[in-house]
């Protein structure tokens, strides 16, 4: 079996289931680009030969809070947990285990959205062409890339294609990745990206860039697995987070902050601040994956309805 033929298989494995922290310069904000404009990307292999994909799959969970204890801010925050399943297919998530029999029930439904696990996707390779965008740059060319799941979608069709003969990442046979940002509404639409029809091999520059600079183990830039420990606060502030508690800082704060947050504690019990911090984000085009294309929310009387009868279940 070539390594074409086994990141399709996998990919086919995949699709017949039925079931960040703050910015870092390396990766490159293709979401920033004007609309109506495209930038070219070569996707490089990733450093972990046991990896046959050239990407890794990050799964997170949102926890939301109605604010933080001390605060009398009530602004609400959410709090991104590691999903166990992006460790490997046999490990348990304590909550996609207790939340996927929500979806049984209609009821249920609109809070297991809420708390099921949201998909993105990390590659890296060379920025080839970016138009005008980007002034500044980091030291090494071989940048990081968050994909979305619209996108995943088009790089798994442009892989599954019978006329390509070779992995897009082949440093002699492989193909550049047209990102055309687009506009559908209000938000940024990539549905006309697509791979180029004709292989380029890399430059002899881009070859040496990677022997200089090397790749990166794209795994490495996975949420840290969560020990027994970890798994019990997860498990902890999920359950607070259902009964409409507030994120309590003293008890959950050494393990996981709310995102784009700054969080201080001016006492040991009772004052707390809370200053937002845009840098931290990722911008909103870079789209997460739901169990549903709509995450919905509830009004306060609509969760105790689904709280209570989550209970007495």
């Known amino acids: ?28 904000p293709f979401w920033n680009i004007a609309k109506d404009s495209e930038c070219v990307l070569r996707f490089l292999p990733d450093n972990d030969e046991n990896n046959i994909n050239f990407w890794v799959e990050k799964a997170v969970i949102k926890l939301p809070f109605t604010g933080i204890k001390g605060s009398s801010d009530s602004q609400e925050v959410i709090v991104q947990v590691p999903c166990m399943h992006m460790y490997g297919k046999n490990e348990v998530c304590p909550i996609l285990s207790e939340t996927k029999s929500w979806f049984n029930d209609p009821a249920l439904e609109p809070m297991a959205r809420v708390y099921w696990k949201k998909r993105t996707y990390l590659y890296q390779g060379f920025v080839v062409d970016k138009g005008s965008y980007e002034e500044t740059k980091p030291d090494s060319p071989i940048r990081r890339f968050i994909i979305g799941p619209q996108l995943q979608a088009i790089i798994e069709a442009g892989i599954n294609d019978p006329e390509l003969d070779e992995v897009p990442n082949d440093y002699v046979n492989g193909i550049d990745f047209r990102l055309v940002k687009g506009v559908k509404g209000t938000n940024a639409d990539y549905t006309t990206s697509s791979f180029k029809r004709k292989s380029r091999p890399l430059t002899s520059t881009e070859l040496s860039q990677i022997e200089e600079f090397g790749l990166f183990n794209l795994a490495d830039f996975l949420p840290k697995k969560p020990g027994i420990e970890e798994l019990a606060i997860i ?19 050494k393990y996981y902050k709310p995102t784009g947050s700054d969080i201080e504690m001016k006492s040991s019990t009772t004052e707390v601040s ?27 009387s609509r969760a105790a309805d689904i709280l209570n009868k989550i209970r007495n279940r």
Do not use: C, H
């Not at 498990?235 to 704060?253: P, T």
């Not at 845009?278 to 509830?298: G, M």
């Open 274 to 300: 809370y200053k937002s911090s845009s840098s931290s984000k990722l911008p909103d085009v870079v789209e997460y994956e739901s169990s549903s294309p709509v995450e919905t929310t509830t009004s306060d």
């Open 235 to 253: 498990k902890e502030m999920f359950e607070a987070s259902v009964n409409g508690e507030r994120y309590d800082n003293d008890r959950w704060g």
């Open 1 to 28: 079996m070539t390594k074409l033929e086994q990141i399709r298989a996998g990919l086919k494995e995949k699709n017949n289931k039925t079931f960040t922290t703050s910015f870092d310069t390396a990766v490159f």
